[in-house]
């Protein structure tokens, strides 16, 4: 998903604006009960790194599961996003290394379609390699790449021509809200498109409860680093004083609601410093790190009429475990 310059990723870091937001986006959370933190800031070139590793762990399946239908219906795909043959922005909220998305975008340069790559993605470093690595292994590829926000982004993409807009949002990212949210946030798209645009949404499906905790809890400990590298960036970036030792990765798994969800629990009683501020910590209590939500395919269809879309196809790998959906903008 992402995995870039280290060297880029640090000056993005000395951006005043963006510290001092990360910095009260820390303070609020942990001042919350419960206390939490915000999963977008996992993804600084340690986090962007560990999450590489995490996608090609054993028990990690949503990765393969989606590369799968990219790679073998990439042609069913790309006639379906091409419709008429109109030129169309291809936008992709949360690009990553975009490696599921080349499969489409090599498939429709090899057809001559007529479009533009828009990767949309917070990291900074991430929007670096794509605008410098595509047009070497993509030669041909018109790209754009738009660093910030998602919805501040689609906002400028949205306005920047007439041309029909298909977003992408890949890797089950709307697997990371609370279903309101994940409907909330799906209507917010819908807004920035007009009719006749379409959304081709990666969602993760509900499956054995064995064989999704096992790919939030993977053997090898990936996981675990993962969301303990958050508290290490907070020592880095903002002064903190986190001993990661002594907070222990906790996941759980309700297979009625969906939802999983990942916390760090306190091994002690300790007060932690971030910048002037201190943070007590009793034990036990624990930190709300994360949630990775799974739907049913009548979940998703429910979620894009609430949200004005049309489900218009659905792709899936073998097992079933995982859904690339089409939706039309109505």
Known sequence: MKNMDTTIAQAELSSPSKTNQFFDDVINGLNATPKYLNSK???????????????????YYPTNCELEIFSEKTADICKAIIGNGDAFELIELGAGDATKSSYLL?????????????PIDISSNVISY??????????????????GEYFDMLTRAASASNKRKVVMFLGSNIGNMPVHEAEQFCAEVRNH???????LIGIDLKKNPKTVLAAYND???????????????????????????????????????????????????????VGGETISFKKDEYI???????????????????????????????????????????
């Open 219 to 273: 053997k090898e400990g990936i996981t675990k680093r993962f969301n303990l590298n958050l508290l290490e960036r907070i020592n880095r970036e903002l002064g903190g004083n986190f001993d990661a030792s002594q907070f222990e990765h906790y996941p759980t798994y309700d297979p009625e609601t969906g939802a999983c969800k990942s916390y760090l629990v306190s091994l002690a009683d300790q007060d932690v410093k």
């Open 106 to 118: 090599k498939y429709l340069l090899d057809n001559e379609a007529s479009f533009t790559y828009l």
């Open 130 to 147: 794509l605008n410098i690595t595509l047009p070497v292994t993509l030669p041909g590829i018109q790209i754009k790449g738009l660093n």
């Open 193 to 199: 498109l007009s009719a006749g645009d379409m959304l």
């Open 288 to 330: 709300f790190m994360e949630i990775s939500q799974k739907f049913t395919i009548a979940q998703t269809e429910q979620m894009a009429k609430k949200a004005k879309f049309k489900p218009l196809n659905q792709f899936y790998d073998s097992k079933k475990w995982f859904v690339d959906a089409i939706w039309l903008a109505e």
């Open 41 to 59: 800031y996992f993804y600084d070139a340690n986090g962007d790194k560990l999450f590489q590793d995490l996608m090609n762990c054993e028990e």
